[in-house]
């Protein structure tokens, strides 16, 4: 790196790396810290009065004073906020709300983000990932050339009483990026925040693909039409266009089913993939060994964490464990307390402890994403890995895919896979029994009600056309970096919306 820009990464950056080696070294007492500052802030206000925290002298007192928290149940906190109202949760005023797009259902979520979660934890968790990436891969060029990050739309939106900003939470971030990130990002600010997708990549193509980039930062799926895009733009491979990229920092959804489609896109060997775990509610985690795709777990940037065995998890409950007595290899449900006010809020996420000293996690799927129609428990990890076998073994490339149950009349049932592969196996049959019998290595409870197909039938595979799941996503309004497909659903509302389309089509 140059003289300047070795500079720069000193004083930007240093403060995160002895961050990370604390929180390496005293996990619980930066936690126990966290805790308490959080208690303390939010006392005066009105959650905060409810529910008795100038009492607290313990996390138990925590615990059993306050509830586990979904959506649904702060929500009308949410909406007085929107109207007007402050000091509710947090005693900061809300400015911002990120606005969450899912696909399984038409109504849409709006987190409060306060100021300090915005500057304390998304962009302080990302100079942090900047700091440890430099930190750890020498001769790095990292902030030589330009990276590249695609944000949603972003929307303003007033009322009578109050005036607050609505967006996807990268838009909010784009929105407001301190000029240290601006100098090596592209495209423009305001060319990454163009509403429209389709004329967005094609505008962001003719805008980068004659620039020097390094880096790239977004959701996998997405950012490969971008790269599809730019080839097209080019006329020329992504490694002779960016013949110094070296990282890709991804996010949003599972890697490994997208890992073959970027090795093939970019050849140079020493390219590196690294994941990071954010979301609208906060940055939690990224990849701080450039060879283990483990998850560090970050635990000084205005979050506190407990987490939930799946099988306790359950209305109402007030039990959590802090990660003094988390266990290795059991799936838990993420449960986080913030600097915007989001208390003992389950995000939905599960995970799995891979180390406890550092603390490092991988996502396993969503407390709600799963298949649970006979007992089989079938999780996103547990699907991902078996595509993954099934498309290796039969020299498959993935593009996408989502899965729902199938009913028969004699009462047993199936899970039906709708698939869009890049390059379809060499034989579909075999295809079929590669995954199913992997999903049965990773799943015990998958393996037993697929005795004799008794209760559960071996999968039925749906071949979809290549493009099918962006035409969909286009149908429904949805095109863009946020937006996600559900790969596991416990109904038929995508496959079935899904196999209509191709039906009128």
């Known amino acids: 790196m140059s003289s300047i820009t ?10 995160h790396l002895q961050k990370i080696k604390r929180f390496k070294s005293e ?3 930066v936690q126990n810290a966290i805790f308490k500052d959080l208690i303390n802030r939010g006392a005066d206000t009105v959650w905060g009065q409810k529910h008795n925290y100038s009492s607290f002298s313990t996390v138990n007192d925590f615990r059993e004073s306050v509830p586990l928290n979904t959506y649904e149940d702060l929500e009308p906190y ?16 809300i400015q911002w709300f990120s606005k969450s ?6 109504k849409s979520k709006f987190i409060p983000v306060s100021k300090e979660t915005l500057f304390g934890c998304h962009y302080d968790a990302g100079r942090a990932m900047v700091a440890n ?15 590249i990050s695609v944000s949603g739309s972003y929307l303003q939106e007033v009322n009578d009483s109050n005036q607050y900003l609505v967006g996807d939470i990268s838009a909010i971030l784009m929105q407001n990026l301190p000029k240290w990130a601006e100098y090596i990002k592209i495209p423009s600010k305001k060319l990454t925040l163009i509403s429209d ?16 980039v390094v880096s790239f930062l977004g959701v996998p799926s997405w950012m490969l039409v971008i790269l599809r895009k730019i080839e097209e733009v080019s006329g020329k491979s992504i490694d002779e266009t960016w013949p ?3 990282v890709f920092f991804h996010g949003g959804v599972d ?4 890992k073959d489609r970027y090795n093939k896109l970019i050849k140079n060997p020493n390219m590196r993939y690294l994941g990071v775990y954010n979301a609208s509610e906060g940055y939690f985690a990224f990849q701080d060994d450039l060879d283990s795709e483990d998850l560090l777990l970050l635990l000084d940037y205005g979050i506190y964490y407990e987490f939930v065995p799946l099988d306790m998890l359950s209305e109402g409950s007030h039990y959590a464990i802090g990660l003094e007595d988390v266990k290795l290899g059991e799936n838990y449900a993420m449960v986080i307390s913030t600097n915007s006010g989001l208390w003992r809020y389950v995000i939905g996420d599960t995970v799995k402890f891979t180390s406890l000293n550092p603390f490092k996690i991988k996502i396993t799927g969503r407390t709600k994403a799963f298949i649970n129609i006979v007992g089989e428990e079938l999780i996103l990890n547990n699907a991902n890995k078996a595509i993954g076998v099934a498309c290796k073994k039969t020299d498959a490339v993935l593009s996408d895919y989502t899965v729902a149950p199938k009913f028969y009349k004699e009462g047993n049932t199936a899970h039906e896979w709708l698939i869009e592969f890049e390059k379809e196996p060499d034989n579909m049959e075999l295809f079929e029994k590669y995954l199913d019998e992997a999903l049965m290595d990773e799943n015990s409870d998958y393996k037993a009600k697929r005795f004799h197909d008794m209760v559960l039938r071996a999968p039925v595979i749906d071949v979809v056309p290549q493009g099918t799941f962006y035409k969909w996503f286009k149908s429904k309004n949805k095109l863009g970096g946020q937006n996600k497909l559900r790969r596991l659903s416990n109904n038929r509302n995508i496959v079935d919306e899904v196999l209509l389309m191709l039906q009128n089509s």
Do not use: C, D, H
Request: aromatic share 10%; hydrophobic share 35%; charged share 20%.
């Open 133 to 147: 990436y430099i930190e750890n891969r020498s001769n790095t060029k990292l902030l030589t050339g330009k990276n």
């Open 27 to 29: 996990p619980i007492e």
């Open 244 to 246: 110094n990229l070296e």
């Open 101 to 106: 797009s899912g696909t399984t259902t038409g």
């Open 197 to 212: 997708w389709e004329e967005k990549i094609n505008m962001i193509a003719e805008a980068v693909v004659n620039r020097n």
């Open 255 to 258: 890697f490994g089913p997208y």
């Open 78 to 93: 949410f909406q007085e906020i929107m109207s007007g109202k402050q000091n509710l949760l947090w005693p900061e005023t």
């Open 6 to 15: 070795q500079t720069l990464s000193s004083i930007v950056f240093r403060k």
